[in-house]
Nanobody, 120 residues
Framework: VQLVESGGGSVQPGGSLRLSCTAS????????MSWYRQAPGKERELVATIRSAGTSTNYADSVKGRFTISRDNAKNTVYLTMNSLKPEDTAVYYCRADRDTSWWRKNPYWGQGTQVTVSS
C-alpha cells in the first residue's frame, strides 16, 4: 500500500497550489480520502474529506471557500486545490485513506507528507 503526495512547495500569500496524492496497493474507489496538515509545534488537523464516490465533501472552517478537494477514481488520485493561501496554511500536508468503519477510522493509510510554505 502506498500513498504518494506531490505538488507542495513555496508560494507567496494569495497564491495557489494543487496537491496530488496517488494511491496504489488497494482499491482506491472504495475508500474515503482526506487531507490533513501539521504545522510545527501543532497537532495534525483535518483539512478536507471526500467520500469514496466523490459525492460528498467537507472542510475545516479555516479553509472553506479557499480549498477544494476532488478525486479521480480512474487515476487513483485525490487532489487538494488551494487558493488564496495564507501564511497560517504553512504545514506538512498528508493524504489519508480509510473506510466508514470504526476500525478503519483508527487504522487508516497515510502518505509521507508534502511541505507547503506560504511566505513573502
Amino acid at each position: 500500500v502506498q500513498l504518494v503526495e506531490s505538488g507542495g512547495g513555496s508560494v507567496q500569500p494569495g497564491g495557489s497550489l494543487r496537491l496530488s496524492c496517488t494511491a496504489s496497493g488497494f482499491t482506491f474507489s472504495f475508500y474515503d480520502m482526506s487531507w490533513y496538515r501539521q504545522a510545527p509545534g501543532k497537532e495534525r488537523e483535518l483539512v478536507a474529506t471526500i467520500r469514496s464516490a466523490g459525492t460528498s465533501t467537507n472542510y475545516a472552517d479555516s479553509v472553506k471557500g479557499r480549498f477544494t478537494i476532488s478525486r479521480d477514481n480512474a487515476k487513483n488520485t485525490v487532489y487538494l486545490t488551494m487558493n488564496s493561501l495564507k501564511p497560517e496554511d504553512t504545514a506538512v500536508y498528508y493524504c489519508r485513506a480509510d473506510r466508514d468503519t470504526s476500525w478503519w477510522r483508527k487504522n487508516p493509510y497515510w502518505g509521507q507528507g508534502t511541505q507547503v510554505t506560504v511566505s513573502s
